[in-house]
């Protein structure tokens, strides 16, 4: 088993729709929790992070993070045909000296 | 603007060639970290460095050694090439090593190995 999962999809609603990204974890001592957008030919970039458990919001975007279930969620609100991409999730723990452990990937297609 | 450089966008290597790929980043990040992108797989860590002439193994480095001489560079080597080596390879560099304030990759280079 992985220790973050992550549906590769792809993910396909028009645009305009909430759309809802996520990953599971199994590794409880994981504080630090990143999603990062990813166009094709092109290296990740960084969306948002959050520290622990809660919510952060950042305009359209929203990462919500559930420490209990072990489950962390972005929602993409207006969905706009530039947010097709792949959105990848990763975690970090300071008992692993803040080693990244990354999610596949969900391919998302926002269809106009 | 700020970035990591990747010397080649695209490389075609034959079996048992050495091969470099390089990267370069202009933010005065002390991390770097060479990773490869497969379908399904994901991203996997194949070395990192925290400061220059240090280097640590990853999750999968074996076939792989790097070279960190300075501060701005980080060198990957495939010692001699193999077909399970074809990849895409992306260099990504960081100022925290929480990652929170963000990996800043380069655009990847697409090895294949024929």
């Known amino acids: 088993q992985k220790e973050v999962e992550q549906d590769p999809g792809p993910l396909s609603v028009p645009e305009g729709a909430i759309v809802s990204l996520n990953c599971t974890y199994s590794?409880?001592?994981?504080?630090?929790f990143m999603w990062y957008r990813q166009y094709s030919r092109k290296g990740p970039e960084l969306l948002m992070y959050?520290?622990s458990s809660g919510n952060k919001e950042d305009g359209r975007f929203t990462a919500q993070v559930d420490k209990s279930s072990k489950y962390i969620s972005l929602f993409i609100r207006d969905s706009q045909p530039s947010d097709s991409a792949t959105y990848l999730c990763?975690?970090?723990?300071?008992?692993?000296?803040?080693?990244?452990?990354w999610g596949a990937g969900t391919k998302l297609i926002i269809k106009p | 603007d700020v970035k990591v450089t990747q010397s080649s966008r695209y490389l075609v290597k034959r079996t048992g060639e050495k091969v470099f790929l390089e990267c370069v980043q202009d933010m005065d990040h002390e991390n770097m970290f060479w990773y490869r992108q497969d379908p399904g797989l994901g991203l996997r860590l194949i070395y990192f460095s925290y400061d220059v002439k240090m280097k640590e193994k990853g999750d999968i480095p074996e076939g792989y050694s790097v070279s960190r001489e300075k501060k701005e560079r980080f060198s990957l080597i495939l010692e001699s090439a193999s077909t399970n080596q074809t990849s895409m390879y992306l260099c990504?560099?960081?100022?925290?090593?929480?990652?929170?304030?963000?990996?800043?990759f380069g655009s990847g280079t697409r090895l294949t190995v024929v």
């Open positions: 590794n409880s001592a994981f504080q630090y």
């Open positions: 990504a560099s960081s100022w925290g090593r929480t990652g929170i304030y963000g990996y800043t």
């Open positions: 990763a975690m970090s723990a300071r008992n692993s000296n803040y080693q990244l452990i």
């Open positions: 959050t520290y």
